[in-house]
């Protein structure tokens, strides 16, 4: 039986039509086909070739290709804002998949990589800001403590990465960001409120920086650099300093070299 929902989109769809974002199948933002493409199998570790330094761990929901691809552009740039939810579920498994908690971890604290703000205002939205809380609603539901903390900032202009190879774009990226002015003690907050920070030592295994694509790592690698900074108070001495890394889609040689 269809569900209010379901009737809802049909009716919307006949008055405003609409088509799937990933393969333009009629009457439906989002069909089972590309969502099951988007999220439908387990989420997997990837890794770009060659790794930039710095790198964390990272999983990923998908190959960027074909449907998927379509999906996120759609999202990112043409501002088809429903999209999120179905994004921000594949956000939220790849979270689940690398976060191998630890019984005293507490929440999951989601760090989005930032866009620069001439994007922002051009599209008219934050896509990963928006995934992001898409995602931490959808852990939430699943019973697990999540909530997004926008703790990054670009601190000066970049060049487009389109174009750019792997070398080029950690020159590009390298100390581009940085927390915002209240970064540092909104980070250190929450880690005091749960008891993650202990003798100066801030253990950051509750802490995923996320994205919604993957392509040589270089943002990554940067944002966990500035989170790695926290304001001065992060010592780097333990496996509870490191952060990891969730990302809707990665490019399809990041998967390959992960089989290999």
Request: proline share 7%.
């Amino acid at each position: 039986m269809r569900n209010t929902w379901q009737v809802w989109q049909e009716l919307t769809g006949l008055l405003l039509p609409v088509a799937c974002a990933g393969c333009g199948r009629p009457r439906t933002e989002l069909c089972t086909a590309c969502g099951a493409a988007l999220h439908g199998a387990p989420a997997r570790p990837v890794r770009p070739s060659p790794r930039p330094p710095g790198l964390p761990a990272v999983y990923a929901a998908a190959p960027y290709e074909n449907a998927v691809r379509a999906v996120l552009l759609a999202h990112k740039e043409r501002g088809a804002l429903g999209l999120a939810g179905a994004l921000g579920r594949a956000l939220a498994g790849c979270v689940r998949a690398g976060a191998g908690r630890p019984g005293d971890a507490g929440p999951l604290l989601l760090v989005p990589v930032p866009s620069a703000r001439s994007s922002t205002a051009a599209r008219g939205h934050d896509p990963v800001r928006r995934i992001a809380a898409a995602a931490a609603r959808d852990l939430r539901r699943a019973g697990l403590p999540a909530q997004v903390l926008p703790l990054l900032r670009q601190r000066r202009a970049v060049a487009d990465q389109s174009g750019l190879g792997a070398r080029q774009r950690r020159a590009n990226l390298a100390g581009a960001l940085e927390l915002t002015a209240g970064g540092g003690r909104l980070l250190r907050h929450e880690l005091l409120r749960h008891e993650l920070l202990r003798h100066g030592l801030l253990r950051l295994g509750g802490v995923v920086l996320v994205d919604d694509l993957l392509t040589t790592g270089s943002t990554l690698a940067e944002a966990a650099r500035a989170v790695g900074e926290a304001g001065g108070v992060v010592r780097e001495s333990s496996a509870h300093g490191v952060c990891r890394a969730a990302v809707v889609a990665a490019s399809p040689t990041a998967f390959e070299i992960n089989r290999n």
